[in-house]
């Protein structure tokens, strides 16, 4: 007997049907040159002091009086306390060490964390989307409720009508690349302790936010520390997708104790990060490395400028991409985010990713992203203006 759960989940074809379609386009005109604006992964190597880093590391594993195994099951002290530093105390927000729990990343924890809650509780997702939070509570049978993010409000979801128990905000948002003030976000955390409910904060895109008035952390906002747990990766921040490093904050202030749960669901399902990738997370937390990644992201945030400016002046209504790398983009003539997608791919020699797949609000959109190259980004946006 199979889990009939997984049964319900909707296939994922998404980014099979893009590479599908590329594919079928690339057989039909080989000669074709296309750029991918649809990337959902870095492209920029890692930085040199993470470079310094891993080497440092390996060469202590090679040696039996500097070699590590098993390491504790939090993460390393190193790290924990890096984190807290940088990331927290710096900001004026106080984070312990022991409320951090280094991950191999955002995905496993924002997937693995409802594993402590009831399969009664009902969810709440913004609509569109990053498939994961959704798929992970169908796994588990929970209901699910989807809060439409749209042009009329402002991509800034509407609290729910009937009670949830879970609410999950990532932000700045994949895939509209929109944001919430602290104002807005302030009424999610009065929400969620007015209605005993926790908040899943994914803040994989925070070190991209430029605007003054953007929290970086939920734990900005008074009572956060009852109600949210905050999800944090290293793959956007310094591009970590193919190294794997992130941690997760679970506050000991929540309502209800869930650290010593996390704490006991990873110690028995999760063995660590590798103690090659917490000594690179480490060094990002030193000048050189802050320096690094911060000019690593001002170059990825240069391709969304340009990108925002010259779609904007070609007519195009354009969403995001002012605190993330992401840019939301209206298609134009009620095409439909699947004709756009074609339309794209077809004279523009352009790839990118149809909304409607991150869900039913996504309709009408494309996601562009701005992790390519310069060079690419610029010739990818000349040609689409050459074709409308
Ligand atoms: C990329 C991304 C993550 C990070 O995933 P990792 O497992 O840390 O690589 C988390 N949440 C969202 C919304 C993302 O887009």
Redesign the pocket.
């Known amino acids: 007997m199979i889990n009939q759960n997984y049964l319900k989940l909707s296939e994922s074809y998404l980014f099979s049907e893009i590479a599908r379609k590329v594919k079928a386009y690339k057989q039909e005109n080989p000669e074709a040159d296309i750029i991918s604006l649809g990337i959902?992964d870095v492209t920029q190597p890692l930085a040199p002091a993470v470079i310094e880093a891993l080497h440092k590391a390996t060469d202590e594993m090679a040696q039996s009086a500097t070699f590590r195994g098993y390491g504790p099951e939090r993460g390393y002290d190193f790290l924990r306390e890096a984190i807290v530093q940088n990331d927290f105390r710096a900001c004026g927000i106080d984070i312990e060490a022991d409320e951090v729990f280094v991950?191999?990343?955002?995905?496993?924890?924002?997937g693995n964390f409802q594993e402590l809650l009831s399969a009664d509780c009902v969810v709440a997702v913004t609509d569109p989307v990053?498939p994961?939070y959704i798929d992970a509570n169908t796994m588990a049978g929970r209901r699910i409720i989807k809060l439409p993010c749209t042009p009329e409000n402002g991509f800034v979801p509407e609290l729910p009508t009937e009670h949830v128990d879970v609410i999950y905000l990532?932000y700045p948002?994949?895939p509209t690349g929109t944001t919430l003030t602290r104002e807005q976000l302030k009424k999610w955390v009065d929400y969620a302790l007015a209605n005993d409910a926790l908040i899943f904060y994914?803040a994989?895109?925070e070190a991209y936010i430029a605007s003054e008035d953007v929290p970086h952390s939920i734990y900005e906002i008074p009572g956060a520390k009852q109600c949210a747990v905050e999800?944090h990766?290293?793959?956007?921040t310094a591009g970590?997708?193919g190294i794997?490093?992130?941690y997760t904050v679970v506050p000991k202030a929540l309502k209800v104790n869930l650290n010593p749960l996390w704490n006991r669901r990873q110690s028995t399902k999760f063995n660590g990060t590798s103690y090659l990738s917490q000594r690179a997370a480490e060094a990002i937390y030193t000048p050189e490395g802050k320096a690094q990644i911060k000019a690593t992201i001002a170059y990825y945030m240069e391709n969304a400028r340009l990108m925002r400016e010259a779609l904007t002046n070609m007519g195009f209504k354009v969403y995001g991409g002012k605190d993330a790398p992401y840019l939301w983009v209206s298609t134009p003539n009620d095409m439909s985010s699947w004709e756009f997608f074609d339309w794209m791919l077809h004279s523009a020699h352009v790839v990118c990713t149809p909304g409607a797949g991150f869900g039913p609000s996504g309709e009408g959109f494309v996601r562009l992203t701005a992790f390519g190259t310069h060079v690419n980004t610029e010739k990818a946006l000349c040609r689409i203006a050459n074709k409308l």
């Open positions: 959902g991950s191999d990343g955002a995905k496993s924890d924002t990053y994961v990532c948002n994949n994914d994989a895109y999800f990766s290293y793959s956007k970590f997708t794997r490093c992130g």
